[in-house]
């Protein structure tokens, strides 16, 4: 049935028998159509969990999730004049409960004509160990503790119409707390050197904590504590975020990130692979190092 709706609604089917085949190249854009379908419809769905979710009140429900979780505590600080770029900015002295003081956060939420569209985590100053023997050298006395962090977090949330709170999407959600998993790395860091500290590291790990952080953001435990109606104060029920949140295709997304790794498998193995075409061919694949593939088709 959604097949046959999606196809309908793209234009692509008329009947129902001529929806049953999907090509593999449609998947992606059928996907995209559905959850559109379901943030525009229906009093529950993606739209509906929109008016639990006032930014101010995720905002605040991310913080204290910050703090509880992981020792980390954000104390609104006042800006001093000309610090601030815009007057939506706000600053944030940032605290752990064992380590002290890790720097200041700089947010800034809010869409502007003349600013980036992508939401961001910009390192200004990098978390790293004081240099103790150069400042020695260059007559300076060396701080008694670690250099802390100075950061950015950006993202362009628009409000609902001229002085309108601004009310998230569950996808909003998930990359204001992604952007903060990154923020909470480069907080935490203690590396030598600040040009490899927070998401200057390796590649293979730099996503973990902002993924990890949006795994929070998809979870009711999480979202009940802060998310409630902007008008009436009701508490988010579980079937609005299960209508929300619930994965939709799973098995599509899984089989894509198979897809994936198979073919890193390929790329990068010393072994020869073969893989059997349509036609009833065969594709071999020998990488002779991890930089290069050889494709011989048979």
Known sequence: QVKYDNMTYLGKATTREEAVVVQDHEVPELVSKYIQGLAGGGAVGMQAIRDYLPLEACWAGLLALCERVFGVQFQEAALAKHEAWSPDVRKYAVYHAEQGYLGVLYVDLFARSSKLGAAGHL??????????????????????????????????????????????????????????????????????????????????FVEFPSQLMELFARDYRVLSTFARHHRTGERLSREVWK????????????????????????????????????????????????????????
Request: proline share 8%; charged share 10%; hydrophobic share 35%.
């Open 123 to 204: 390192t200004v100053q990098g978390a790293c160990q004081a240099h103790v023997q150069v400042l020695e050298q260059l007559g300076e006395t060396p701080p008694t503790t670690a250099q802390p962090a100075v950061l950015v977090l950006t993202c362009s949330f628009r409000p609902e119409g001229p002085g309108g709170q601004v009310l998230l999407w569950p996808h909003e959600v998930e990359t204001l707390f992604h952007e903060m998993g990154h923020a909470l790395h480069t907080f935490c860091g203690r590396a030598q050197y600040q040009n490899l500290t927070g998401t200057r590291s390796s590649v293979d």
């Open 243 to 298: 209508a929300a949140f619930t994965a939709h295709f799973p098995g599509v997304t899984t089989l894509s990130e198979i897809m994936q790794a198979s073919m890193d498998q390929l790329l990068h193995s010393p072994a020869p692979w073969c893989i059997p075409t349509k036609d009833g061919g065969n594709v071999t694949l020998q990488s002779t190092n991890p930089e290069d593939a050889i494709i011989e088709l048979a």
